[in-house]
């Protein structure tokens, strides 16, 4: 899971957020148990050691994991597509978690399209890790060894390297 907007999307996040019409930095949401000014100013999370650790358990069976993804910039499928082979496709299904609080409020309070709030924010999920369906048992219980709740979020599949969010 993300915490939040990390680092992308602030220039739509801004407009929604404090300018015509918007709440302002200073009113509490209930949604963010904060301020929006607190919000906005939440850490990007940075998934390095977890990354390493889940590497290290693996050990040998390294190969189980085909590639990761900081979900940055581009969202979801901009940056699961960079990890991607260009002989398969990512099919990622947004029913599978609750986006953060701050996604759902950005798009109802600014008209931001479904399409554009995925291709602009990470939508609640930071990181991505792209594992053969053989070892996902494994990745997610070393995962949850780490503190982590990972969470199945699509497959792969024979493709040309896209990657869509349904």
């Given amino acids: 899971g993300s915490s939040g907007l990390h680092s992308n999307g602030y220039s739509l996040a801004r407009m ?3 300018g015509a019409g918007g709440p302002g930095l200073d009113a509490h949401r209930d949604e963010f148990g904060r301020t929006v000014g607190e919000e906005m100013l939440e850490p990007t999370r940075i998934y390095a ?3 390493i ?3 290290d ?12 993804a900081h979900i940055t910039g581009g969202g979801l499928p901009g940056n699961v597509c960079r990890a991607l082979g260009s002989d398969v496709d990512a099919v990622i ?14 798009q109802k309070h600014g008209g931001v399209e479904t399409e554009e709030m995925f291709r602009v924010f990470n939508m609640g999920i930071g990181y991505t890790i792209i594992v053969r369906r053989e070892g996902a048992s494994a990745v997610m219980k070393a995962l949850k060894k780490l503190g982590e709740d990972p969470l199945v979020i699509g497959v792969i599949e024979k493709g040309k390297g896209d990657c869509r969010v349904v």
């Fill in 49 to 51: 050691k977890e990354g």
């Fill in 93 to 106: 299904s947004s029913a599978t978690w609750n986006p953060h609080p701050i996604f759902p409020f950005l």
């Fill in 16 to 18: 929604v957020l404090v």
């Fill in 53 to 55: 650790g889940l590497l």
């Fill in 57 to 68: 358990m693996l050990g040998k069976k390294r190969g189980l994991v085909s590639g990761m």
